[in-house]
């Protein structure tokens, strides 16, 4: 199994432009999330979903929108990029009472 | 004041040495994560804990819920340990399964 699945690996975006980061999973977990994590700083959660077609504002969701139309992918998606939006992020699964799979992470540079 | 706090931030051995990372946290929980991540940055799930102690390898993890306190350990610790070892909390079953994180302590292991 491939886990959890994240493109780009890293990604260089001009200041307004707009991108999606690619979370895919085949594990058929109901639960997925999507992180950031800043220099010094702890993961922030910025969307997660509980399931297909559901999906909810974590801690730090401004400037950022998901879509969950399969069990598999949960994409993130980046409208008018900001230069506060440099970091690496994260998209886990989980089955719900379990440990967690994360993917191997997105660096993105805002210019 | 962080709902989950890690101590040291930073720790450096030399190899051979017991290492001991803490955590604590301010809030109900349902689990607490130990999670390691690599430089190159690829998180990965070490523990999940809700009660007493866990072993693997010379990884030990320990939690006391009533002093909402958990530990992990290193025995016989090597260079291949260099990582950030990072605190999670899950704080209930209805909050969509997320994980509340630590900052993460930065561990360096000298040969």
């Known amino acids: 199994n491939a886990g959890v699945t994240q493109t780009p690996k890293f990604r260089i975006l001009k200041i307004g432009q707009s991108m999606t980061l690619q979370c895919t999973q085949d594990?058929?977990?109901?639960?997925m999330y999507w992180y950031r994590q800043d220099p010094g700083m702890g993961l922030k959660l910025i969307y997660y979903?509980?399931?297909?077609?559901?999906?909810d504002k974590g801690e730090v969701p401004n400037g950022y929108n998901v879509s969950r139309s399969t069990t598999e992918d949960f994409p993130l998606r980046l409208e008018l990029a900001a230069p506060s939006q440099t970091s690496v992020y994260f998209c886990?699964?989980?089955?719900?009472?379990?440990?967690?799979?994360f993917g191997s992470g997105t660096r993105l540079t805002v210019v | 004041k962080n709902e989950v706090e890690q101590s040291p931030q930073n720790l450096t051995a030399q190899e051979g040495e017991f290492i001991t990372i803490n955590c604590s946290y301010s809030v109900g929980i349902s689990a607490l994560h130990w999670l390691q991540q690599h430089p190159g940055g690829g998180i990965v799930s070490l523990f999940m804990?809700?009660?007493g102690k866990k072993k693997h390898g010379r990884l030990i993890a320990t939690i006391n819920i009533q002093e909402k306190h958990s530990s992990l350990h290193i025995t016989a610790s090597h260079p291949r340990d260099s990582a950030v070892y990072i605190c999670a909390v899950r704080s209930g079953e209805t909050s969509g399964s997320r994980l509340t994180f630590g900052e993460g302590t930065q561990l360096t292991v000298n040969p």
């Open positions: 886990a699964s989980s089955p719900g009472t379990r440990g967690y799979t």
């Open positions: 594990m058929n977990h109901n639960y």
């Open positions: 979903s509980v399931g297909a077609g559901i999906t």
């Open positions: 804990l809700s009660s």
